[in-house]
């Protein structure tokens, strides 16, 4: 098993995933929650000082476990990691220790030759969840009508992976690996994008929006200046950079706070959970989502990106 076989095998099984599941592939951010709730798994949220998921089996009710204490995004790769394992039918392994850095096309030999002989049984299971993961959460269409949100005909900068990656919910580093999969970026240049401290990103963005950022840990800066119909999933902590025409619209939705405001944008943080809710403005309209962090078991009648309290403002 190489890589290019592990992304092959990947894509067929979240191919067949999203079609057994009902996920629709053509919007952002695919909700791998409720995915796996449709599974039939149980989906736990819950610290865990060593592990970044696991796929589990307890009188014969199966499961995924989940560490709460990572980030949106890590959460996520590795919600849809675990589900990928269920997919597979690799069975549940207390003992395994799922990484979901680990092994990339670097390590594990891009090309066929590279990586004969090197990947035991147990890398070859880790590798075939985490190209199921970046599949499932980033299948083609998902994709394209994230960058026709941003208005990019390509991604052509770290600055347009990241804002990519925001829309997708997924990390940044597996946004730009992904990206190769697709055709859509070379690999040299998802090589030195993924090497761009987000935090940087993070820190120049939030400075245009008028706010100088004490820590970029755990928090994202989304940058909807020029960016109308978004689907926005956002987290307690992150700031919406957004066009001056929505300060009103801001001002009146519970959950969010203005920070700054200029003449072009107006800067809001995410203080509190919000229900899926539009954001309306007479030059521009989004629906925004803010997500707590998790715990504890998974309810879909509890999930705020399904809009049971719909608001409008
Ligand atoms: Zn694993």
């Not at 120049?204 to 928090?219: C, K, N, R, S, Y």
Request: some cysteine; proline content about 4%.
């Amino acid at each position: 098993m190489n890589w290019a076989m592990a992304n092959r095998l990947g894509h067929i099984a979240a191919t067949k995933a999203h079609g057994r599941l009902g996920v629709d592939v053509s919007a952002y951010p695919v909700n791998v929650s409720k995915a796996i709730d449709d599974a039939g798994l149980a989906l736990m949220r819950r610290p865990m000082p060593r592990l970044f998921g696991v796929y589990i089996e307890a009188n014969g009710n199966r499961g995924v476990m989940v560490n709460s204490n990572m980030t949106r995004a890590t959460r996520r790769h590795t919600a849809a990691h675990e589900l990928g394992h269920h997919e597979f039918e690799h069975g549940a392994d207390p003992g395994r220790e799922c990484s979901i850095e680990v092994p990339t096309p670097a390590t594990a030999g891009a090309s066929p030759n590279r990586a004969k002989g090197r990947i035991g049984a147990q890398g070859q299971v880790e590798m075939c969840a985490e190209a199921f993961a970046t599949w499932f959460l980033m299948p083609r269409r998902a994709v394209t009508a994230a960058m026709e949100t941003l208005g990019i005909q390509r991604v052509s900068s770290p600055v347009d992976s990241y804002r990519l990656s925001l829309l997708l919910g997924t990390t940044h580093r597996a946004t730009c690996r992904h990206l190769v999969n697709l055709r859509m970026v070379a690999q040299d240049d998802c090589e030195s994008w993924a090497r761009v401290q987000p935090g940087r990103l993070k820190r120049a963005l939030a400075a245009e929006g008028g706010v100088t950022l004490a820590t970029t840990f755990d928090m994202d800066v989304w940058d909807l200046r020029n960016v109308t119909g978004a689907r926005v999933e956002a987290s307690v902590g992150d700031l919406l950079v957004l066009p001056a025409a929505l300060t009103v619209a801001a001002k009146g939705v519970a959950g969010l706070a203005v920070v700054a405001a200029g003449d072009s944008t107006v800067t809001v943080e995410c203080v509190a959970a919000v229900n899926l809710t539009d954001l309306l403005g007479s030059t521009a309209g989004f629906t925004v989502v803010v997500h707590d962090r998790p715990f504890g078991l998974y309810l879909p009648a509890v999930d705020l990106s399904l809009g049971e309290v719909e608001l409008t403002s």
